[in-house]
């Protein structure tokens, strides 16, 4: 059983900035896309970023210029770093991965998910 293990969420105020962590044995094995996903209570699942090792990112519109997403292979470890933090961004963040290349931010086309990590932002 693949692992997905995040860490770093907790609460911020508007403006502020969250490091989250996601390790996972499956940089062992590439090609992987790893992707970070949230949910707010009572809204669906939203893709916000996704990165492959040997690839380019991307990242939903409402986050490109704020979030970064980055790969630490030697640590095994995909890096979502939030800056100016918006309390709409609250929600639970999860890390998740594919077999293969990115082909969209699609929770659907992923086939692992870890337990994910609590952000909430407070204004």
């Known amino acids: 059983q693949e692992q997905l293990l995040e860490s770093g969420g907790g609460s911020v105020e508007a403006g502020g900035s969250l490091r989250l962590s996601c390790a996972t044995s499956?940089?062992?094995?590439?090609?992987?896309?790893l992707a970070w996903f949230r949910q707010a209570p009572g809204k669906a699942h939203e893709g916000v970023a996704s990165t492959h090792l040997y690839g380019s990112t991307q990242y939903t519109d409402s986050v490109k210029g704020r979030f970064t997403v980055s790969i630490d292979d030697a640590k095994n470890t995909v890096y979502l770093q939030m800056n100016l933090l918006k309390p709409e961004d609250t929600a639970m963040y999860y890390c998740a991965a594919r077999v293969g290349v990115c082909v969209g931010l699609a929770e659907s086309d992923f086939d692992y998910r870890g337990q994910g990590t609590q952000v909430t932002v407070s204004s």
């Open positions: 499956l940089l062992r094995y590439t090609p992987y896309c």
